[in-house]
């Protein structure tokens, strides 16, 4: 792209890459775009000369909505094109409080190779900029209204590109931008100990969930080869350096799978890794991906499973799983490319 992508930019990096003479122009024009507006005429208080400059030099976004897809259950997924043409997903969940929550991509793609996930299967494209991560949750709110939540979820490891995470929060959160509060904000990492350990002692102070799927290591490491070099007790160690530091507590998820991480013994190691943890453990019955050799659990399978886990006192949550119908569920989004 020749022109330059205003989204993901602070004011004075606007200030700067359109050569402005005067600082407070950059904050005027940061406001309107994370007012929703893309068209430079309308924005009223920049005088002609510099509208004019805007429409030569720069663009608002990016990237592209390329397909709007939506579940009967509320759930809105968009099909991203990036400026180099490959495709992300990302995705809009609605709770029973009809609180809505973005479930932005950080990535197109993932090197992190997890077995059960069809980003998974992919391999890793490229990082997202800032500005591609910010575009994301400002089409959500352009097709679903005002979002009041943020994870780190979508497709890619988000610990592998945590300094364009770190400015998109910074700009999203900004009184002069999106003034989105930290604390709706979670990033969710399949266990990269560097990164928890970064993020805990540099910040930004925002909710940390681990998808950690099992505590059994043999299992863990045939499933989630991150496994290898973040053995479970120093991941362990990690977390509860994570809580400790921030004062959060942090959410382990297992994605549950049938006959492989459901039976007693998986919820025995769950309850010893979880024990002494500032923890909460939600539970997601794995999405079928017809690619992948796995089965959803059943319903009793999963309420067995619950049962163990909080007869040892542990908070678990058995989610409800969404956006199935339009490949929106987790796990599920895998699109790179027009071809894939």
């Not at 002609?48 to 509320?74: M, Y």
């Not at 400026?83 to 793609?109: H, M, N, P, W, Y």
């Not at 290591?217 to 290898?228: D, G, I, N």
């Not at 939600?282 to 619950?306: G, Q, Y």
Request: proline share 4%; with cysteine; glycine share 8%.
């Amino acid at each position: 792209m020749n022109k330059i992508a205003l989204t993901g930019l602070t004011p004075p990096q606007i200030t700067e890459q359109l050569s402005l003479n005067q600082s407070f122009r950059g904050k005027q024009i940061f406001k309107w775009i994370y007012s929703h507006e893309c068209d430079f005429d309308k924005m009223t208080n920049l005088s002609k000369d510099l509208r004019e400059l805007l429409k030569e030099k720069a663009v608002v976004r990016s990237s592209t909505v390329n397909q709007v897809l939506k579940d009967p259950d509320g759930t809105v997924k968009l099909q991203i094109k990036l400026s180099d043409e490959l495709f992300i997903e990302t995705v809009l969940l609605t709770d029973k409080s009809d609180r809505k929550t973005a479930c932005v991509s950080c990535q197109a793609g993932c090197a992190m190779k997890c077995a059960f996930c069809q980003t998974g299967t992919l391999g890793l494209a490229r990082n997202l900029t800032p500005g591609e991560i910010i575009e994301q949750f400002m089409y959500l709110e352009e097709v679903s209204g005002t979002l009041d939540n943020i994870v780190f979820m979508g497709m890619g490891e988000p610990m592998m590109n945590l300094d364009a995470i770190r400015t998109a929060i910074e700009i999203l959160s900004s009184p002069d931008g999106r003034n989105l509060s930290t604390r709706r904000i979670t990033l969710s990492t399949c266990g990269v100990i560097k990164g928890i350990y970064d993020l805990a002692d540099n910040g930004p102070l925002i909710r940390l969930a681990v998808s950690l799927t099992t505590a059994d290591e043999e299992l863990r490491e045939s499933l989630m080869p991150v496994q290898k070099g973040n053995p479970l007790a120093d991941l362990r160690e990690a977390i509860n350096y994570y809580a400790q530091k921030t004062g959060k507590r942090v959410t382990l998820e297992a994605a549950l799978l049938h006959n492989k991480n459901t039976g007693k013994e998986s919820a025995g190691r769950l309850i010893e890794f979880a024990r002494g943890l500032d923890v909460n453990i939600n539970l997601i019955p794995w999405n079928p991906i017809d690619t992948l050799p796995f089965e959803e659990p059943d319903a009793k399978e999963c309420r067995d499973f619950v049962t163990e886990l909080e007869k040892a006192g542990l908070n678990v949550t058995l989610r409800t799983r969404r956006g199935r119908t339009i490949k929106g569920a987790c796990g599920q989004l895998g699109k790179t490319s027009a071809e894939s």
